[in-house]
């Protein structure tokens, strides 16, 4: 059963999404700036950034919010 969240901004938004959206639109390194975790700034990829992610909650906090600025800004 799925609940709708109408005053989500991210709602329907996936993790890999956003992160593919930010790569494409920054790059790694302007990300790495703005965000100073490592599987930014050596040797980044996709994959590796999903599993930091989804195990750091607050490293994926920072993410979503540099997404909203980003979409928003």
């Known amino acids: ?3 709708s969240q109408p005053d989500n901004p991210l709602h329907g938004i ?7 959206e930010l790569v494409e639109a920054m790059g790694w390194k302007n990300m790495g700036s703005k965000i100073a975790i490592r599987c930014f700034t050596h040797d ?8 930091f992610l989804r195990r750091t909650p607050w490293a994926r906090e920072q ?6 600025r980003h979409k928003h800004g």
Do not use: D, G
Not at 14 to 20: H, K, N, Q, S
């Open 44 to 51: 980044p990829s996709i994959p590796s950034s999903l599993r």
């Open 63 to 68: 993410v979503e919010a540099l997404y909203l």
């Open 1 to 3: 059963m799925s609940q």
């Open 14 to 20: 996936t993790l890999e999404r956003m992160l593919t």
